[in-house]
Each structure stands twice: as structure tokens, then as C-alpha cells.
């Protein structure tokens, strides 16, 4: 495997902002943010619903604009380009210990993934899961160790990953194809998994795999961010949010056609936020919260659920909504996602024979 020039390691960066267990700083305030992203795509969206309530044209569109800012698929890309790289950038120099990586990663998101299932089962909630995601997540971890052996760069493996799945896309998903060149519903669903739990994964290969590609080449990036350009980048990926979200509405442009394509600026996005914190301290109340980012992302469609017996969303509960599911996935963290965690690096270190 090619191996990228080492500039100055993340980890071991002059500017001290970086967190401690090889962990990137700010990354953990993007998966909180990521997380958000996903969660109030999938409540209500009241602040649209109340601004689109008048009649001044001007505040009409803000609410438009309110309404299609929230593009929930895209964050779970963006997670998927993370997760290749938190994965392979602490290893890319170092041996592969492969049964006790796959114990790991396997126990760090399955347990807490067992807990929701079992619950939700009980319930009969299970289509408020987000299982593709993870099924995609697992398939992944399982094949780094087969990747790394491949006598192909990580760039050569996207790219031939990236025309797998484009050309997947064109010959099973043909509700969507047919749909976007028609611009009418023939079996349209505009979901990034139209092919199912168990073929998804080829079509989001290529953006895990640009996380590892990054993991790969960002110790030889030596430019400065600074927050002027950083703010520009989120503008703009806020931009191409409210556009595919409206592409997707509006026109049969479904997520499994644009979203690949939109990984190529996540990943600049993310490129230029990993470069920012090298220099920049960030927000500790954000790192803190990204902590349970996963327990967040795995229960909030559960949490709104049951909140919604009670409570109706509306402008005045939104906050309320936020706040209560927030204070369920921390709940749902301490008792079950960080318990796992420790859990699975024991077992890590029993089946290394540490």
C-alpha cells in the first residue's frame, strides 16, 4: 500500500489542540453537529411551518429556506467519510492487529446498536432505526483489514469503488432513474438507500473510502485555515444542503443519484475543518456533546416517538423536543454506549493477549 509524506501527524501537532486517545480536535463537535443534522430532519420542522405562516413574501421564503436547510442523508455521508478516516488515520503506519480491530469496532457499535434493537423490537419500532447506516458501518470495519492488503493506492480503491456504485445506481435503482428523467413519481422514493439494507453499502463505499484517502494524505497538507475561510466552506456546504434537499423534493433527483457526488464536498468541507483545529481550539460544551453523538443518532427517532404522546411540535415546543432527546441520548450513553466502549477495548486487549 502507498503511503502518504508525513508533514507534522495530527496528533503530534504544534499547536496542542488536539485531544488526547488519537483523536483529531473538533472532530467530535462535527459528529455532535452531524448527529443534529439528522435528528431534526426527522422531527417536524416547526421554525419553517411558522415563518411559511405569513403572508409577507419575504418571510414566506425564509421559512422555504428553513425548511429544506436540514439534509439528513448527507450528515450520515459525512459520517461515513469521518468513520473512514478516525479508522485508518491512527493505523496507517502501524501493523494491523486484525481480531482485536474487528472485536472492537464490532462490540463499540453493536452492543449499543443490540440494546436499541431489542427495545425498539419490544415495541414494535423498528423502522425508526437508522439500520442501513450501520449495517453500511459494520461491512466496512470488516473489510479494512482485506483493503489494506490490496496492492492498490486508496485513491485507486475509490476510484473503482465510485464506479461500482454509479454503475449499480443505473442498473437496480431505475424507480429513481426513471423518475429524475421523467420529473414525475415512477416508483420513486429519493432515499439514499432505494436498493435495501444489504446492497446500500456498495453505493457508500466510496465515501468511506474517501475518509481513509484523507486519513492518507492530510499530514502532507501544510496550508493555513483560517475562520474567514472556514465560515465560507459552511456557508457553502449550507448552500448545497438546501439544494439537493430541494432537487429531491422538487424535481425526482433522489439521494442515491447526488450524494456521492456531494461527498466530494463533504470531504473538502471536512479537510478544511480538520486544518482549522490544528490551529483553532474548539468549543469544549461541542466536544463534550459529540461524545454521544452515536447514542443521539441511534434513539432520536425513537425519543420523538414517545414524546409526541404528550407533546404536539410546534414553534413554542420545538426547544422542548431538542432539549428532552438530548437529555435521553446522554441517559442512553452513560448506560449502555460508554459501557460497551470499555467493554469492547477489554476484550480488544484479552483477544491481543494484553
Given at each position: 500500500?502507498q503511503?502518504s509524506?508525513?508533514h507534522?501527524?495530527?496528533?503530534?501537532?504544534?499547536?496542542?489542540?488536539?485531544s488526547?486517545?488519537?483523536?483529531?480536535?473538533?472532530?467530535?463537535?462535527?459528529r455532535?453537529?452531524?448527529?443534529?443534522?439528522v435528528f431534526l430532519?426527522h422531527?417536524d420542522?416547526?421554525?419553517a411551518?411558522?415563518?411559511?405562516s405569513f403572508?409577507?413574501?419575504?418571510?414566506?421564503?425564509?421559512g422555504?429556506?428553513?425548511?429544506?436547510?436540514?439534509?439528513?442523508?448527507g450528515?450520515?455521508?459525512?459520517?461515513?467519510?469521518?468513520?473512514?478516516?478516525?479508522?485508518?488515520?491512527p493505523?496507517?503506519?502501524?501493523?494491523?492487529?486484525?481480531k482485536s480491530?474487528?472485536?472492537?469496532?464490532?462490540?463499540?457499535?453493536?452492543l449499543?446498536?443490540?440494546a436499541?434493537v431489542?427495545?425498539s423490537?419490544y415495541?414494535?419500532?423498528?423502522?425508526?432505526?437508522?439500520?442501513w447506516?450501520?449495517?453500511?458501518e459494520?461491512?466496512?470495519?470488516?473489510l479494512?483489514?482485506v483493503?489494506r492488503?490490496?496492492?492498490?493506492?486508496w485513491?485507486?480503491?475509490?476510484i473503482?469503488s465510485?464506479i461500482?456504485?454509479?454503475g449499480l445506481?443505473?442498473?437496480?435503482?431505475?424507480g429513481?432513474?426513471?423518475?429524475?428523467?421523467?420529473r414525475?413519481?415512477?416508483?420513486?422514493?429519493?432515499?439514499?438507500?432505494?436498493?435495501?439494507?444489504w446492497?446500500t453499502?456498495?453505493?457508500?463505499?466510496?465515501?468511506w473510502?474517501?475518509?481513509?484517502w484523507?486519513a492518507?494524505?492530510?499530514d502532507?497538507v501544510?496550508r493555513?485555515?483560517?475562520?474567514?475561510?472556514?465560515n465560507?466552506v459552511r456557508?457553502?456546504m449550507l448552500?448545497f444542503?438546501?439544494l439537493?434537499?430541494?432537487?429531491?423534493?422538487h424535481?425526482?433527483?433522489?439521494?442515491?443519484?447526488?450524494l456521492?457526488?456531494?461527498a466530494?464536498?463533504?470531504?473538502?468541507w471536512?479537510?478544511?475543518?480538520?486544518?482549522?483545529?490544528?490551529?483553532?481550539?474548539?468549543?469544549?460544551?461541542?466536544e463534550?456533546?459529540g461524545?454521544?453523538?452515536?447514542?443521539?443518532?441511534?434513539i432520536?427517532?425513537?425519543a420523538?416517538?414517545?414524546?409526541?404522546?404528550?407533546?404536539k411540535?410546534?414553534?413554542?415546543?420545538y426547544?422542548f423536543?431538542?432539549?428532552?432527546?438530548l437529555l435521553?441520548?446522554f441517559?442512553?450513553?452513560l448506560i449502555?454506549e460508554?459501557?460497551?466502549?470499555?467493554?469492547?477495548?477489554y476484550?480488544a486487549?484479552r483477544v491481543?493477549?494484553l
Amino acid at each position: 500500500m502507498q503511503k502518504s509524506k508525513i508533514h507534522k501527524p495530527l496528533l503530534e501537532n504544534k499547536g496542542d489542540f488536539v485531544s488526547k486517545g488519537n483523536w483529531v480536535n473538533g472532530l467530535d463537535s462535527i459528529r455532535f453537529i452531524l448527529a443534529m443534522v439528522v435528528f431534526l430532519s426527522h422531527l417536524d420542522n416547526a421554525p419553517a411551518a411558522f415563518f411559511k405562516s405569513f403572508d409577507n413574501y419575504f418571510v414566506r421564503w425564509i421559512g422555504i429556506g428553513i425548511n429544506h436547510i436540514f439534509l439528513g442523508p448527507g450528515a450520515v455521508i459525512a459520517f461515513f467519510i469521518i468513520s473512514g478516516f478516525v479508522i485508518h488515520y491512527p493505523l496507517k503506519n502501524s501493523p494491523l492487529q486484525v481480531k482485536s480491530f474487528l472485536v472492537r469496532r464490532w462490540f463499540r457499535i453493536g452492543l449499543p446498536l443490540l440494546a436499541v434493537v431489542l427495545f425498539s423490537k419490544y415495541f414494535k419500532l423498528f423502522w425508526l432505526i437508522p439500520i442501513w447506516s450501520l449495517y453500511c458501518e459494520l461491512i466496512y470495519y470488516t473489510l479494512y483489514p482485506v483493503l489494506r492488503k490490496i496492492n492498490l493506492t486508496w485513491r485507486i480503491q475509490f476510484i473503482v469503488s465510485f464506479i461500482v456504485s454509479i454503475g449499480l445506481v443505473f442498473l437496480v435503482a431505475d424507480g429513481e432513474i426513471k423518475s429524475m428523467l421523467a420529473r414525475t413519481n415512477i416508483n420513486y422514493t429519493g432515499s439514499y438507500a432505494a436498493l435495501g439494507n444489504w446492497l446500500t453499502w456498495i453505493v457508500g463505499l466510496p465515501c468511506w473510502l474517501l475518509g481513509v484517502w484523507l486519513a492518507d494524505r492530510i499530514d502532507s497538507v501544510t496550508r493555513y485555515v483560517s475562520t474567514v475561510k472556514v465560515n465560507f466552506v459552511r456557508v457553502l456546504m449550507l448552500i448545497f444542503s438546501i439544494l439537493l434537499v430541494g432537487l429531491k423534493s422538487h424535481w425526482f433527483v433522489s439521494y442515491i443519484i447526488t450524494l456521492n457526488f456531494f461527498a466530494f464536498v463533504l470531504t473538502y468541507w471536512l479537510e478544511n475543518e480538520i486544518i482549522y483545529f490544528r490551529s483553532h481550539r474548539s468549543v469544549r460544551l461541542m466536544e463534550w456533546a459529540g461524545k454521544f453523538s452515536y447514542s443521539l443518532y441511534l434513539i432520536h427517532g425513537l425519543a420523538v416517538y414517545f414524546i409526541l404522546h404528550y407533546i404536539k411540535v410546534n414553534i413554542f415546543t420545538y426547544s422542548f423536543f431538542i432539549l428532552v432527546t438530548l437529555l435521553l441520548a446522554f441517559i442512553v450513553y452513560l448506560i449502555v454506549e460508554e459501557p460497551s466502549h470499555r467493554f469492547s477495548k477489554y476484550l480488544a486487549r484479552r483477544v491481543s493477549g494484553l
